[in-house]
């Protein structure tokens, strides 16, 4: 499967918890965005990353989250201390970078807060 | 504030007809436009997308349709087919390519056969 890769699918945690949510991009892509998704919403852009830098983490509340995307192995979104308003989809996205080359998103980690 | 608008959450076409899905945007600065199809449970995939310098591109069944001065872009989906069935958004960059996204809220497409 050549496409963006998201583990786990689904991700239970209870408040005070760490949440980990993982990305592959697709082969060749080294441009990795991530999206939030709260119910009956559009996506809201959290961050954007290359390869061991951050673009553009405007959309990154300040607190708790955290994102990563090392030389080698998967992007990481972290939420630290997770709190109810946690709960949404999280979709990552990857691009070539170069222009009028569009975002291909994964198939998301829906997380839910106990 | 909500950069990117779809003003309408349903839409309901009969099997065969023409689909016509519309977004506003607000943000001059925005020049690349697309527009995504999602499934439950799945991500967006990707369907079309227009550049600022030109006013429509088409592919096969999908053709997107701009108007910079009205600040407005619209899908056509023709003839709709009951596998079109799912909720489409649309989504605008300032810079060509590898820059964030600013999605609509989406407009639920049901075919009816």
């Known amino acids: 499967n050549a496409g963006v890769m998201q583990n786990p699918r689904h991700l239970v945690r209870r408040r005070g918890q760490e949440a980990r949510l993982r990305c592959s991009p697709m082969k060749g892509h080294s441009h990795v965005y991530w999206y939030r998704q709260l119910p009956e919403e559009g996506l809201k852009f959290m961050v954007y990353?290359?390869?061991?830098?951050?673009?553009?983490e405007s959309g990154m509340p300040k607190e708790r989250f955290s994102a990563e995307f090392p030389k080698e192995g998967p992007s990481i979104l972290r939420i630290q201390q997770v709190v109810r308003g946690d709960s949404a989809a999280y979709f990552c996205?990857?691009?070539?970078?170069?222009?009028?080359?569009?975002?291909?998103f994964g198939d998301g980690t829906r997380l839910s807060i106990l | 504030d909500q950069q990117v608008k779809q003003n309408s959450p349903s839409l309901s076409v009969q099997e065969g007809r023409i689909s016509i899905l519309n977004c506003d945007y607000t943000n001059s600065m925005f020049d690349y436009f697309l527009w995504y199809k999602k499934y439950p449970a799945e991500g967006p995939t990707f369907l079309i997308s227009?550049?600022?310098?030109?006013d429509k591109n088409e592919d096969g069944r999908f053709t997107v349709f701009l108007n910079k001065s009205a600040k407005h872009l619209s899908l056509h989906i023709v003839p709709s087919q009951p596998g079109d069935s799912a909720v489409y958004f649309c989504?605008?960059?300032?810079?060509?390519?590898?820059?964030?996204?600013?999605f609509g809220q989406g407009t639920r497409l049901t075919i009816n056969p």
């Open positions: 227009i550049s600022s310098i030109k």
């Open positions: 990353l290359q390869k061991e830098n951050i673009i553009d």
């Open positions: 989504a605008a960059s300032e810079r060509q390519g590898a820059q964030k996204l600013v």
């Open positions: 996205a990857s691009s070539e970078g170069y222009s009028n080359q569009p975002q291909h």
